[in-house]
């Protein structure tokens, strides 16, 4: 419901008629809609954004005050204790709902009002929808106890606060602190904000303030940095994965043992990788504002963006150290002593107490909170967690860095990765796969997983983890040699095979470098050969590798399209293959 109604009011609003759109695409939604309930079904998220819209009312939401922002700091659900995106999120839909903001009511809005509804627009009972969802967009059903507390606010709590007295000294008040918070992560991600749900909403926020304060202007220059144009049109992505995709491309590069021949490419990115890094942390008092360190990190797409993002900044840190291996005159010069250990230092502060690696930052808020999650299609959001792949790139990073910088926060770094080695021992399945986070699903969890744990010296024959996760990869391997796995395994938690036996030479790219990384070439090589033919095979006339199923993911329900990983992992695989697997 969420995705086709916006897609429908979006078509309309870019001049679509109601029936009109590529074989009646806007006739053929607007029934899928009604059928399914019409409009009062959308999820909380799409509810807001109607609101803002004018084609719903502010009634049918559940309460989002921002007098949550001005909280006292000891209780269990202050901002400061939720994990950030939700944070974000939430932050800029507080003070849209406070304000009760809705924009101008257009004859398109008018005509909207009777398209999506099933009943006339002012017959509807909102107070009675709040709570209605399509079955489709339901993926974390509410607990009980999180719709009473949204019926006492809704009942109790905002009748009070939106009338004198309380709407002068409390809400007016609770918004001008919102709007604080908005400005100062604005600023601090140079209005790139932290994703593409916020920046929107940050955007808007501004302009509910003062349609034409710099702050709003400063916002329509960074749109640019979230549009791409892809073969088949013009898209908003998430944000940018230049960092991201840039360090392992450089680890797919030098594994290819084809230095000199690449010297400019490896040049280029290592001075992107060595600019991208964060040199300052957010500014001011920022754990006043309920930030953590960032100085010495990476982020997911470049330095402008500011939030520090622990795998980033393990896998920025490890090309870095790699690069410092080789020629200055190859690869430029290696990066300062004193960013790298700023790097270190930002890794070691995102451990937490079960070993594990929080992502963006420090995990210890307690697990139940996320039964007040207000979103229906995402679950697990509500606090910060600790995750394989960030765990799994740390230990690769701070073993290659305590090789090379032995003396630096040796006992840390000592105390470290064991705890690290038994998070990951401790959260593999039954099955013997881990479960990943940001790529589909299994397969990518079990590739970081035995990559950590061989980096620090785990082994077939000294570690239980390693031979499960190796029968794991050897049971799900598919006849043709590769592996295939549906994106459904990341929303259901458990394996499911690609239909009709096929493979995804990402996934079979990154179980070969699992395998390889597990020492299956001294055991059995056979499966990795099996593996590395249907991956050369498949290379395409021009060098290209075909563009397969989606291979990324965020919070378990979205998918997320990577458009390099069709190169950048198949090259790795083989460059690994190459290197470490006898072909006699």
């Given amino acids: 419901m969420f995705c086709t109604a916006l897609s429908y ?5 870019l001049g679509v008629g109601p029936d009109g759109g590529q074989d009646n695409a806007c006739a053929r939604a607007r029934k899928w809609i009604l059928d399914h309930g019409s409009v009062t079904h959308m999820p909380s998220w799409g509810k807001t954004w109607l609101s803002i819209l004018g084609v719903f009312d502010w009634c049918g939401a559940n309460p989002m005050p921002p007098e949550f922002w001005i909280l006292p700091s000891f209780l269990p659900m ?4 939720m994990w950030c995106y939700c944070r974000m999120v939430y932050m800029p839909m507080s003070y849209l709902y406070g304000k009760r903001f809705v924009g101008p009511i257009t004859p398109l809005i008018e005509q909207l009002r009777e398209e999506l509804y099933l009943q006339p627009y002012n017959e509807i009972k909102w107070k009675k929808i709040r709570h209605l969802c399509a079955p489709e967009d339901l993926y974390y059903p509410h607990p009980l106890i999180q719709d009473l507390m949204w019926d006492s606010m809704y009942i109790c709590t905002e009748p009070l606060l939106t009338r004198w007295p309380f709407n002068k000294l409390v809400r007016e008040r609770a918004l001008q602190v919102t709007m604080k918070h908005i ?3 604005d600023e601090n991600s140079r209005y790139i904000t932290i994703g593409c749900v916020e920046k929107v909403l940050c955007m808007l926020a501004c302009w509910a303030e003062e349609p034409n304060s710099d702050y709003f202007k400063k916002h329509l220059a960074r749109i640019p940095d979230y549009l791409w144009v892809a073969e088949d049109g013009m898209k908003m992505q998430s944000f940018g994965s230049q ?3 840039t360090g392992f491309a450089i680890q797919a590069l030098l594994a290819s043992n084809l230095t000199d021949e690449i010297e400019p490419v490896l040049k280029r990115g290592h001075d992107f990788i060595k600019k991208s890094q964060v040199k300052d942390n957010p500014s001011g008092d920022f754990k006043k504002m309920y930030r953590h360190i960032s100085k010495g990190s990476w982020t997911f797409s470049d330095q402008d963006h500011g939030w520090q993002v622990s795998d980033c900044t393990a896998e920025g840190l490890k090309c870095c150290l790699l690069m410092s291996m080789l020629p200055p005159e190859i690869v430029g010069e290696k990066m300062e002593p004193q960013q790298l250990y700023d790097a270190v230092n930002v890794l070691l502060s995102l451990q937490s107490k079960n070993g594990g690696l929080a992502a963006w930052e420090p995990a210890g808020a307690q697990e139940w909170l996320e039964m007040l999650n207000p979103t229906e299609f995402f679950a697990d959001i509500v606090i910060e967690h600790e995750y394989v792949e960030c765990t799994a790139s740390a230990i690769h990073a701070l073993v290659l860095f305590k090789k090379l910088y032995p003396g630096h926060r040796k006992k840390e770094i000592e105390n470290f990765i064991p705890n690290a080695i038994r998070y990951l021992e401790n959260i593999q399945m039954p099955d013997g796969s881990w479960y990943g986070n940001w790529g589909v699903c299994f397969t990518y969890g079990s590739w970081f997983a035995l990559g950590g744990l061989a980096a620090a010296g785990k082994t077939y024959t000294n570690c239980l983890a390693v031979r499960k996760g190796v029968e794991f990869l050897l049971r799900t391997q598919r006849e043709n040699g590769g592996w295939g796995e549906s994106y459904k395994s990341c929303p259901d938690k458990r394996y499911v095979p690609l239909e009709e036996g096929r493979s995804n030479l990402v996934h079979t790219a990154w179980a070969l470098m699992g395998l390889i990384h597990a020492g299956q070439a001294e055991r059995d090589p056979m499966p990795l050969h099996r593996a590395a033919k249907l991956i050369i095979n498949s290379q ?13 993911v965020f919070m378990k329900n979205c998918m997320l399209h990577y458009a390099a990983y069709r190169n950048i992992y198949p090259l790795w695989a083989l460059a690994e293959y190459r290197k470490r697997v006898p072909l006699a």
């Fill in 9 to 13: 009011i979006c078509m309309r609003i």
């Fill in 78 to 81: 202050h901002p400061a204790k």
């Fill in 183 to 185: 400005h100062y992560e």
């Fill in 243 to 245: 960092e991201w995709d």
């Fill in 540 to 552: 395409l006339e021009d060098g290209d590798f075909p563009q397969q199923e989606i291979t990324g």
